[in-house]
């Protein structure tokens, strides 16, 4: 699944949630996923409406918080969001974010990253902001974010440091750190925020993809313009079989490092952009323990990747292999289980479905929620993914397909 985000009115956080919800990921589970996060319980709420932004229908996702203007630096954001029950990638990317953020601050205001301190990018509602759209497009199964150019218009905005033009600097050294592509905005106002702006560097490619559209979700942005104030994230399949992006696989062995700081390397290697990345026990000369280093990465990413495996590791050096990989097409779907709704990957060559498989957190989430073992709800998700499977199969065989019941 690849989605690309039409940007007619620029971009927010919630303007982004909106997309992701519109698009057919359930508010609850938006809910369920900020739940995991370490926050004093009622210290936050998000809801979802449908709105009109002109004659356009949108979905408007509204966070609310009980603190007001709290000031969080780097490490603790991220300290809060590595405690998190989240996913590996979700953690990471939502880190991520939140450190294109500092850098950009940092280099505003002339100040080194440790000095920053978030204040409306890290108030509460940012943070709900970026770890839930991460967590959106992971749920979506989207692997590939893509987006138009971006809209930026004149005007003033009022923040903790006092009264600022916009673009609101942090927007544009954003958006210059990747090259996104500008366009002039429909009226004045600040249509792309901050945390708008961390989220497409962070996540996006600039550029209309072919695609074979599914479905089309529509983010409303909070503000009532002349035009309609509204994102719209389309998601589909590519639509044809382009040659694959060179990939490369960057490795080292390393037999001096304290076992403890592993996860953490790993962790800001996939927020820096690795495809994957993994450790494999060896033994080295001389009979030591040893651990190898493995990256997955865009070709395009291979500097900026070795150079971070040289600062987080003890290693001296790193050895680079191009290498080609065959990928199947994923969809995320939604099967009905007497404990309640449970997403399903579905795994796609062509138009055929050869595979599918319950996701994990769900069955865990139904399960707490009914007091039974994760074991019966993931069988139960099993066997419907198995129809998707049985389906599947008999359209290949050209025979009827049983019926199944899924939501998309």
């Known amino acids: ?68 203007h709290h000031h969080r630096g780097l490490a603790e ?22 450190r294109r953020l500092a850098q950009a601050e940092a280099r505003v205001h002339g100040v080194p990253v440790e000095q920053v301190h978030f204040h409306e990018v890290g108030a509460l509602d940012a943070i709900v902001d970026i770890v839930g759209a991460m967590a959106g497009l992971h749920a979506l199964g989207i692997e590939a974010l893509y987006a138009s150019a971006v809209p930026l218009g004149p005007g003033w905005v009022e923040t903790a440091h006092g009264r600022l033009p916009l673009p609101a600097p942090a927007t544009l050294e954003l958006l210059a750190e990747v090259g996104a592509p500008t366009r002039p905005a429909p009226g004045p106002g600040e249509l792309v925020t901050p945390t708008g702006a961390a989220l497409l560097a962070q996540f996006a490619r600039f550029g209309q993809p072919a695609l074979r559209l599914q479905r089309i979700g529509y983010g409303a942005g909070q503000r009532d313009f002349p035009w309609p104030n509204v994102a719209r994230l389309w998601l589909g399949e590519p639509a044809d079989e382009p040659a694959p992006s060179p990939v490369v ?7 001096d490092m304290n076992p403890e700081l592993y996860p953490a390397a790993v962790q800001r290697l996939l927020a820096a952009g690795a495809l994957d990345a993994w450790l494999t026990p060896v033994q080295m000369k ?75 957190e769900d069955c865990r989430q139904r399960a707490e929620s009914h007091g039974v073992p994760v074991r019966l709800v993931y069988e139960a998700a099993q066997a419907a993914a198995h129809a998707l499977c049985d389906h599947g199969l008999a359209e290949r065989a050209g025979g009827p397909a049983p019926s199944w019941d899924v939501t998309s």
Not at 77 to 98: H, K, N
Not at 249 to 255: G, R, V
Request: net charge negative; hydrophobic share 45%; with cysteine.
């Open 1 to 68: 699944m690849i989605a690309y985000l039409d940007l007619p009115s620029g971009l927010s956080g919630d303007m982004f949630l909106g997309c992701l919800v519109d698009a057919g990921w359930p508010l609850e589970a938006l809910q369920a996923t900020l739940s995991l996060l370490p926050l004093p319980t009622g210290s936050w709420s998000v809801r979802a409406e449908t709105v009109h932004r002109g004659p356009l229908r949108a979905t408007l996702v509204t966070v609310a918080t009980a603190e007001a």
């Open 286 to 360: 001389k009979g030591r323990p040893g651990v190898v280093l493995s990256v997955l990465a865009p070709a395009d990413r291979e500097a900026d990747l070795a150079a971070l495996i040289l600062r987080e590791t003890t290693t001296l050096g790193v050895r680079v292999h191009a290498v080609r990989r065959h990928e199947a097409g994923r969809e995320l779907r939604t099967v009905e289980t007497p404990y309640g709704r449970v997403r399903v990957k579905l795994k796609r060559l062509g138009e055929a479905v050869w595979g599918a498989a319950p996701e994990y």
């Open 249 to 255: 696989q960057i490795e080292t062995n390393i037999d």
């Open 77 to 98: 954001i991220e300290a809060l969001i590595e405690t998190a029950d989240l996913p590996p990638s979700v953690r990471a990317g939502a880190i991520g974010v939140f």
